[in-house]
């Protein structure tokens, strides 16, 4: 008789064990814990009467009563959980239908036994209610065989035996009603569920509550389970944020936090109902149930019109950089390794060219290669020691020799270089441009300050900052920093900065461009003409400088038709008209032929960069040129 109770307080502590996991869970705030808040209320309420039967023998009706409804409780609410639970983890998913007529009903019935047996009715009706169980079990077991490939096989199995070992603590309970082992075994296998199944951070990330990598995984076993027994596609949607890396040093802690948040529940409320996966820091998967491709427009497009305006509030206002990417499936992925290496492609291949629809079917996969390649070699750049500056001199028409120079980056591959139009955006899209870019600054003011580059007849270095550099909220200090730790002047640094887009000028980049303009620091606007520029908005801006941009300045000389070269000659002509209008200066580049540079005179223009004068080289030869131009 004793020996009974022994188990049922057993099952106690395996419940409270239970219900401390679910406090721990609760901390790590994962959303979904239907399973172990049950057990929670089954535990408490089961093993409290447990422990009072066992201390002191309920005699009087309703208590023993309510001693055996809690407890036998109990068995029928974990049975059920544990088959909800499977219904819910998506690989044993049995369909709605089955489900009640498996589940549901037996576990009505079971229940309807219990209080008819508890309330003494008939001892016929506690055979009943065990046989119930036992039913349920049955179904359990059978979905784990049915759907075995679905999930993990350690896990079906695991399962399958813990199912089998309850099964026979119900049969032993039955044929001897003082062993009261059924409860302990269950309190066993929910145990069992919940530390084998119940990783939060391998269902939930844990930074946004969305599902994780490891329930995406799973998902698609099944899908393709099903696929291949069923037939049917199934379309998913992928969301890609990039440089995500870069907005943590871009906007600090907190508000990137808020940026964080913001975006994520913006992408659950367009997604309207589909589930969102989180495969990676900024890489989502958007399926729905049925996971039509029409439906997967939809949300595509929603998601794009999304993106396409800002995030954040007016502290860090901001377009994030995204791509979305259509998946079908089974057709360009057959299996789970071919749909993660797919993921990885579109992902590249958005991170490169930073478009709002990466299409997979037209991928060349060569080029492809050679990306994914660059996108390697550019994050470890610095470290690996690939990265040389270069230097191009400009050449002032009116003073007649070089006055200043760009620092233009190199990237070395083996004997070859990467160029910089290829890596930098690479390096803008993965977010290593920061660091890039600070190896860039120093290396200047290394040069500076250990040529003494006045003596030379250069009065400034001309350096391209990323606009991603110029949201940095450090960027001035860091600046600064730089050029005390080589005794540069700011006024011996110009930065170029170019207008990307409409709102490139404004909120935290102009803060900035006004403070470091205080501090000393010049400014040109880089790569004018090439279609982004807004006057209205330059004129407020301090440049010192503005650069006409190569294909501007070659335009006049290189179009096709006579049409063609006249309209581009008027377009250089009204450009320079308007930048001496400013009151900047104008530097031309890409100036190459010696009719080019006669025009740029005749246009007024203060500087010359371009081939004609100088390539961009290493320091040493730029040192040896500007000397040998500038002594004449
Ligand atoms: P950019 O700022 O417009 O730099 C001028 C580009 O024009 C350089 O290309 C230069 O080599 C090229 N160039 C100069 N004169 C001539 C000419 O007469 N004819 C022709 N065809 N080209 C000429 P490069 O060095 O390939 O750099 C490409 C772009 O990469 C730069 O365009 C700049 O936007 C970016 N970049 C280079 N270095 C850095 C860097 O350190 N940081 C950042 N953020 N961007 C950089
Ligand atoms: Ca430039
Ligand atoms: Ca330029």
């Given at each position: 008789m004793v020996s009974g109770y022994y188990f049922d307080i057993s099952a106690f502590v395996i419940l409270s064990c239970l219900t401390y996991a679910f406090f721990i869970q609760r901390l790590n705030k994962v959303e979904d814990n239907t399973i172990v808040f049950?057990?929670?209320?089954?535990?408490?309420?089961?093993?409290?009467?447990?422990?009072?039967?066992?201390?002191?023998?309920?005699?009087?009706?309703?208590?023993?009563?309510?001693?055996?409804?809690?407890?036998?409780?109990?068995?029928?609410?974990?049975i059920a959980l544990l088959i909800l639970f499977m219904y819910f983890n998506r690989a044993y998913n049995i369909g709605a239908f089955k489900l009640v007529v498996s589940v549901g009903l037996p576990l009505a019935l079971d229940i309807v036994f219990i209080l008819l047996a508890a309330f003494g009715v008939s001892p016929v009706f506690r055979t009943l209610a065990y046989s119930c169980d036992m039913l349920l079990f049955i179904t359990g077991i059978n979905i784990l065989i049915f759907y075995k490939k679905n999930g993990p096989t350690?896990?079906?199995?695991?399962?399958?035996?813990?199912?089998?070992?309850?099964?026979?603590?119900?049969?032993?309970?039955?044929?001897?009603?003082?062993?009261?082992?059924?409860?302990?075994?269950?309190?066993?296998?929910?145990?069992?569920?919940?530390?084998?199944?119940?990783?939060?951070?391998?269902?939930f990330d844990a930074d946004t509550g969305l599902l994780g990598l490891e329930t995406f995984k799973d998902e698609m076993r099944r899908r393709y389970y099903y696929m291949r027994r069923h037939g049917g596609k199934v379309s998913m949607v992928l969301l890609m944020i990039h440089g995500s890396e870069?907005?943590?040093?871009?906007?600090?802690?907190?508000?990137?936090?808020?940026?964080?948040?913001?975006?994520?529940?913006?992408?659950?409320?367009?997604?309207?109902?589909?589930?969102?996966?989180?495969?990676?820091?900024?890489?989502?998967?958007?399926?729905?149930?049925?996971?039509?491709?029409?439906?997967?427009?939809?949300?595509q497009e929603a998601l794009i019109s999304r993106f396409e305006s800002t995030f954040g509030n007016d502290a860090y206002e901001m377009e994030l950089p995204y791509s979305t990417c259509l998946i079908d499936l089974p057709e360009m992925a057959p299996d789970g390794n071919a749909l993660m290496d797919l993921i990885h492609v579109a992902v590249r291949e958005g991170r490169l060219y930073g478009k709002s629809v990466v299409d997979l079917e037209?991928?060349?996969?060569?080029?492809?290669?050679?990306?994914?390649?660059?996108?390697?070699?550019?994050?470890?750049?610095?470290?690996?020691?690939?990265?040389?500056?270069?230097?191009?001199?400009?050449?002032?028409?009116?003073?007649?020799?070089?006055?200043?120079?760009?620092?233009?980056?190199?990237?070395?591959?083996?004997?070859?270089?990467?160029?910089?139009?290829?890596?930098?955006?690479?390096?803008?899209?993965?977010?290593?441009?920061?660091?890039?870019?600070?190896?860039?600054i120093q290396q200047v003011c290394r040069m500076i300050s250990g040529r003494n580059i006045s003596e030379l007849g250069l009065k400034y270095i001309e350096l391209n900052l990323s606009v991603s550099d110029m949201l940095q909220d450090d960027i001035s200090g860091k600046l600064t920093g730089f050029a005390e730790m080589y005794h540069v002047h700011p006024s011996q640094i110009?930065?170029?900065?170019?207008?990307?887009?409409?709102?490139?000028?404004?909120?935290?980049?102009?803060?900035?461009?006004?403070?470091?303009?205080?501090?000393?620091?010049?400014?040109?606007?880089?790569?004018?003409?090439?279609?982004?520029?807004?006057?209205?908005?330059?004129?407020?801006?301090?440049?010192?400088?503005?650069?006409?941009?190569?294909?501007?300045?070659?335009?006049?000389?290189?179009?096709?038709?006579?049409?063609?070269?006249?309209?581009?000659?008027?377009?250089?002509?009204?450009?320079?008209?308007?930048?001496?209008?400013?009151?900047a200066e104008t530097v031309a580049e890409g100036v190459e032929t010696a009719e080019q540079l006669k025009e740029m005179e005749r246009l007024g223009v203060d500087f010359i960069q371009g081939y004609y004068f100088a390539r961009p080289m290493p320091e040493s030869d730029f040192i040896n040129a500007v000397r040998k131009m500038n002594r004449k």
């Open positions: 049950a057990s929670l209320f089954c535990g408490i309420l089961s093993s409290g009467m447990s422990i009072i039967y066992y201390l002191h023998p309920l005699n009087r009706f309703e208590l023993t009563i309510a001693y055996y409804i809690a407890s036998w409780m109990l068995t029928a609410i974990s350690e896990r079906t199995f695991m399962l399958c035996i813990m199912l089998t070992l309850t099964m026979a603590a119900t049969i032993t309970e039955l044929i001897i009603p003082e062993l009261i082992v059924q409860r302990f075994a269950i309190s066993l296998l929910l145990a069992e569920v919940f530390f084998s199944l119940k990783d939060p951070e391998e269902q870069a907005f943590l040093r871009l906007l600090g802690e907190v508000n990137e936090l808020k940026l964080r948040q913001s975006v994520i529940s913006e992408i659950k409320r367009v997604a309207n109902g589909a589930s969102v996966f989180k495969l990676k820091q900024g890489i989502y998967a958007i399926l729905t149930e049925k996971g039509s491709r029409e439906e997967m427009e939809v949300i037209s991928l060349d996969l060569s080029t492809e290669e050679y990306m994914r390649q660059v996108d390697e070699k550019v994050r470890h750049a610095v470290e690996d020691g690939n990265l040389e500056v270069y230097y191009q001199p400009i050449y002032s028409l009116k003073e007649k020799r070089f006055v200043s120079a760009e620092a233009l980056l190199r990237l070395h591959d083996g004997d070859k270089f990467i160029p910089p139009d290829v890596f930098i955006t690479v390096a803008e899209n993965n977010g290593s441009i920061v660091e890039i870019d600070d190896y860039v110009n930065l170029e900065i170019t207008e990307t887009s409409d709102d490139t000028f404004t909120g935290v980049v102009e803060a900035n461009v006004m403070k470091l303009s205080q501090l000393g620091f010049n400014f040109s606007l880089d790569d004018f003409g090439t279609g982004y520029s807004s006057l209205s908005r330059i004129i407020m801006m301090p440049f010192d400088i503005i650069k006409l941009d190569k294909t501007i300045v070659q335009s006049p000389f290189v179009m096709d038709t006579e049409q063609g070269r006249r309209n581009a000659m008027t377009l250089l002509e009204s450009s320079a008209d308007m930048i001496q209008q400013i009151g």
